[in-house]
T-cell receptor, first 109, second 116 residues
């Protein structure tokens, strides 16, 4: 099975940087994903890591350490529209995704 | 980009009736589709994995006779909630994996089911 932990809530100021950590213990690993989900909507894909290191995509970056079972999502230059839930998900060898409970990020002016 | 269409987006039904939710991959063939359920302020919980032409694989605790899944083609999977009860009210989301693809899953827009 999968055990995925991430903080419940985080608050930051517009223009700032926020780092959302995710730790996992899994029975199989075939990649780690970060999704953004606004209330009442489906998740949208943000980033994907399968090898150790940092992946950068514009204002969003994601890091993975497989030996530590650890990942983080870094959001830079926060905007009000970034207020959402951020889901860490681990994919196993059968391509099933298991999701963490999500981190609600609130961006304040 | 790859698009997954889910229909209906919202449905209200009476207790005891059945509801069918469709999930279609619009511009790619999906060898595998996944059905998730999400309760308010909770994360997505995988219900079942649907493979084209074969029986779905259900996660532990999910009643296969209550949540009927049919994956009749490489572009369509359906979830039927049979004899729905108020506790089945939830947000149901499908996702699809491209044939031979290791890319991220593509999600439908979800179906908000309310059982009265």
């Amino acid at each position: 099975g999968q055990n995925i932990d991430q903080p419940t809530e985080m608050t930051a100021t517009e223009g700032a940087i926020v780092q959302i950590n995710c730790t996992y213990q899994t029975s199989g690993f075939n990649g780690l994903f970060w999704y953004q989900q606004h209330a009442g909507e489906a998740p949208t894909f943000l980033s994907y890591n399968v090898l150790d290191g940092l992946e950068e995509k514009g204002r969003f970056s994601s890091f993975l350490s497989r030996s530590k079972g650890y990942s983080y999502l870094l959001l830079k230059e926060l905007q009000m529209k970034d207020s959402a839930s951020y889901l860490c998900a681990v994919r196993d060898g059968d391509y099933k995704l298991s999701f963490g409970a999500g981190t609600t990020v609130t961006v304040r002016a | 980009g790859a698009v997954v269409s889910q229909h209906p987006s919202r449905v209200i039904c009476k207790s005891g009736t059945s509801v069918k939710i469709e999930c279609r991959s619009l511009d790619f063939q999906a060898t595998t589709m996944f059905w998730y359920r999400q309760f308010p302020k909770q994360s997505l919980m995988l219900m079942a994995t649907s493979n084209e032409g074969s029986k779905a694989t259900y996660e532990q605790g999910v009643e296969k006779d209550k949540f009927l899944i049919n994956h009749a083609s490489l572009t369509l999977s359906t979830l039927t909630v049979t004899s729905a009860h108020p506790e089945d009210s939830s947000f149901y989301i499908c996702s699809a994996r491209e044939v031979g693809g290791s890319s991220p899953l593509h999600f439908g827009n979800g179906t908000r089911l309310t059982v009265t």
